[in-house]
Every structure is written in structure tokens, then in C-alpha cells.
Nanobody
Framework: QVQLVESGGGLVQPGGPLRLSCAAS????????MGWYRQAPGKQRELVAI???????KYADSVKGRFTISRDNAKNTVYLQMNSLKPEDTAVYSC?????????WGQGTQVTVSS
């Protein structure tokens, strides 16, 4: 069993940065692929970025070059550094840990990009 707790969300002006963190409880964090997803009001949840247990990363086209996912296995934490934020990045961001067949989700953190 893995519990995930996101933090770092909030209100930020367009063009600004924000860093999200997702802390995982339990052991064997390093074996999980970790992902960040987001869901805007009235829209389906979408993948933002993932990082495998081996450190390979993948990003949605909409965030490439602006967002960076990273992980610190010693701290059982995955990060999402978000730069050059746009109003369309406004959503609830959730992290996900996956090692099939097991998948775990955090409760989410709100990110609002507005002036």
C-alpha cells in the first residue's frame, strides 16, 4: 500500500513558476513509475508527465519545455517544476504511483494561474 500526498499548489500569475511535490509513504518507492495528471473543470483528466523507475521521462505536448518532472528516491518524493505557467494550466494536479497491477493516487492539489 502506498499513500501519496501532494503539496505546493496555489495561485500564481501567468508566466510564473510553481513547484509541486508528491510525498509517498511505504517502502520500495523506487520501483514505482510516478506520474502527474491534471483535471480542469469540465474536462477529462490528462497526463502531464511521467518518470519511470529508471528515470525516463515523458511529457504532454502542451507542457514540453515548460515543466520538468523529477524524483528523489531517498526522500520518497516526486516533483513537478512548472515554469512559464499559462491560464490553461489551471487544474487539480494529482500524482500517481504505478507498478502493475498496483496503481495509487493522491488527493490532488489545486493550481490556479490568473492575474
Amino acid at each position: 500500500q502506498v499513500q501519496l500526498v501532494e503539496s505546493g499548489g496555489g495561485l500564481v500569475q501567468p508566466g510564473g513558476p510553481l513547484r509541486l511535490s508528491c510525498a509517498a509513504s511505504g517502502s520500495r518507492f523506487s520501483i514505482y513509475a510516478m506520474g502527474w495528471y491534471r483535471q480542469a473543470p469540465g474536462k477529462q483528466r490528462e497526463l502531464v508527465a511521467i518518470i519511470t523507475s529508471g528515470g525516463i521521462t515523458k511529457y504532454a505536448d502542451s507542457v514540453k519545455g515548460r515543466f520538468t518532472i523529477s524524483r528523489d528516491n531517498a526522500k520518497n518524493t516526486v516533483y513537478l517544476q512548472m515554469n512559464s505557467l499559462k491560464p490553461e494550466d489551471t487544474a487539480v494536479y494529482s500524482c500517481n504511483a504505478a507498478s502493475m497491477p498496483y496503481v495509487y493516487w493522491g488527493q490532488g492539489t489545486q493550481v490556479t494561474v490568473s492575474s
